[in-house]
């Protein structure tokens, strides 16, 4: 099992950047800092919680004055390059949010970018005036280092993972969207992942806005065709009409509504009826398309999965995202894995397995799931 993220921060790490730090400031008292990292319940804080801690500790020993402990960490910070270096822009974030310092801050949070990444301390500040924020972003979309114009998208998303929320841009992303334009065809994938995902993030509650931008910016560029159809995956796989209609996925109807089969013949076999937490199972599929034209499908596998609570929550999988001849036949097959997750427990009950066409269901059957001591 991978050791958890927190784990960054064990070892010999802290001793070692306490003293790179004493390099960069003499009067630094190495021993102070290292207690003040490691008190209390240190061992049970996970990744976030850890970062803070250090940046509290260094708040405690770097000299009181703003000014004066950012020049100790820009003696350093080249030196510092990576995830366990959160601390820096987070010590932006607990030491430079008044207003005095804003023009410090940004400074900080743009050169810190560059080494670690300041798309989670950004967030104060755009809590504090998005609209300022905001311009100040779209001049980074311009910046000449990836870094900057990623944190540019990246900070700004609504729905970042492990951040602050930002509820105005869930509510409004209109400032949004002209930093994204300036970043549509980056010639960075890293910047043009993160733009993709930042128009994710806003088709989740603004799925209108991102299909009429879809279609005004799809075809002309190919850096920003990959944004589009990276960005409207949840789009996709909810199957949208009209986004599928857009990347020329078969419809299941004619002009006339009435229904046109885009599949003659449509199986899901597993190889158990049964199984523990913890095991697998083979799925078989087959997907017989019907005749004539050729015709682009996407075919997915669901599970309803069981919670908690005793309800289910239906997950899909890619299986298959291609265009086929009318006639052929899709098959394949497919092992799930029912072993706790971080992001998903599993839970005893009955449990629903579909297998999807183009957004519509085509064949199902059912796995029973048993707690591992069941057997």
């Given at each position: 099992?991978a050791?958890?993220?927190?784990?960054?921060?064990?070892?010999?790490?802290?001793?070692?950047?306490?003293?790179?730090?004493?390099?960069?400031?003499s009067?630094?008292?190495?021993?102070?800092?290292?207690?003040?990292v490691?008190?209390?319940?240190?061992?049970?804080?996970?990744?976030?919680?850890?970062?803070?801690?250090i940046?509290?500790?260094?708040?405690?020993?770097?000299?009181?004055?703003?000014?004066?402990?950012?020049?100790?960490l820009y003696?350093?910070?080249?030196?510092c390059?990576?995830?366990?270096?959160?601390f820096?822009?987070?010590?932006?974030?607990?030491?430079?949010i008044?207003?005095?310092?804003?023009?410090?801050?940004?400074?900080?949070?743009?050169?810190?970018?560059?080494?670690?990444t300041?798309?989670?301390?950004?967030?104060?500040?755009?809590?504090?005036d998005?609209?300022?924020?905001?311009?100040?972003?779209?001049?980074?979309?311009?910046?000449?280092?990836?870094?900057v114009?990623?944190?540019?998208?990246?900070?700004?998303?609504?729905?970042?993972?492990?951040?602050?929320a930002?509820?105005?841009?869930?509510?409004?992303?209109?400032l949004?969207?002209?930093?994204?334009?300036?970043?549509k065809?980056?010639?960075?994938?890293?910047?043009?992942?993160?733009?993709?995902?930042?128009?994710n993030?806003?088709?989740?509650d603004?799925?209108?806005?991102?299909?009429?931008?879809?279609?005004s910016?799809l075809?002309?560029?190919?850096?920003?065709?990959?944004?589009?159809?990276?960005?409207?995956?949840?789009?996709?796989?909810?199957?949208?009409p009209?986004?599928?209609?857009?990347?020329?996925?078969?419809?299941?109807?004619?002009?006339?509504?009435?229904?046109?089969?885009?599949?003659?013949?449509?199986?899901?076999?597993?190889?158990?009826?049964?199984?523990t937490?913890?095991?697998e199972?083979?799925?078989?599929?087959?997907?017989?398309?019907?005749?004539?034209?050729?015709?682009?499908?996407?075919?997915e596998?669901?599970?309803?999965?069981?919670?908690?609570?005793?309800?289910?929550?239906?997950?899909?999988?890619?299986?298959?995202?291609?265009?086929?001849?009318?006639?052929a036949?899709?098959?394949?097959?497919?092992i799930h894995?029912?072993?706790?997750?971080?992001?998903?427990?599993h839970?005893?009950?009955?449990?629903?397995?579909?297998?999807w066409v183009n957004?519509?269901?085509?064949?199902?059957?059912?796995?029973?799931?048993?707690?591992?001591?069941s057997?």
């Open positions: 099992m050791e958890p993220l927190k784990a960054i921060y064990d070892g010999l790490f802290i001793e070692q950047f306490a003293a790179l730090v004493k390099t960069a400031w009067p630094f008292d190495e021993a102070a800092f290292v207690e003040r490691r008190s209390g319940n240190w061992e049970q804080l996970e990744l976030k919680a850890r970062t803070r801690k940046t509290e500790a260094l708040g405690a020993s770097l000299p009181k004055a703003y000014e004066e402990a950012l020049a100790v003696r350093i910070d080249e030196q390059t990576g995830l366990p270096y959160l820096f822009p987070d010590f932006v974030e607990v030491y430079g008044e207003p005095q310092y804003w023009p410090l801050s940004l400074a900080a949070l743009q050169r810190f970018t560059k080494y670690s300041s798309e989670f301390a950004i967030r104060a500040f755009i809590l504090q998005p609209q300022r924020m905001a311009a100040c972003m779209l001049e980074w979309a311009e910046h000449s280092d990836e870094h114009r990623r944190l540019a998208s990246e900070g700004i998303r609504p729905r970042l993972p492990w951040a602050q930002l509820p105005i841009f869930k509510q409004d992303p209109a949004i969207i002209p930093i994204l334009d300036k970043l065809r980056d010639p960075s994938l890293y910047v043009r992942k993160s733009v993709a995902n930042n128009l993030d806003i088709a989740k603004h799925p209108e806005l991102v299909i009429v931008l879809a279609a910016w075809g002309a560029d190919a850096r920003t065709d990959w944004i589009v159809r990276h960005g409207c995956r949840t789009l996709i796989k909810h199957a949208n009209r986004i599928m209609a857009l990347f020329g996925y078969s419809s299941h109807e004619k002009a006339d509504d009435e229904v046109q089969p885009l599949v003659s013949h449509a199986s899901l076999k597993l190889s158990t009826e049964s199984l937490i913890g095991g199972v083979a799925l078989h599929y087959q997907v017989h398309v019907r005749e004539g034209e050729r015709v682009k499908l996407r075919i596998y669901g599970i309803d999965f069981v919670k908690f609570s005793g309800k289910t929550s239906l997950k899909r999988f890619l299986l298959s995202d291609r265009e086929f001849a009318g006639g036949v899709a098959k394949g097959s497919r894995r029912f072993a706790d997750l971080t992001t998903r427990k839970y005893a009950g009955f449990h629903r397995v579909t297998l957004g519509r269901e085509m064949a199902a059957c059912e796995l029973q799931v048993l707690e591992a001591d057997l």
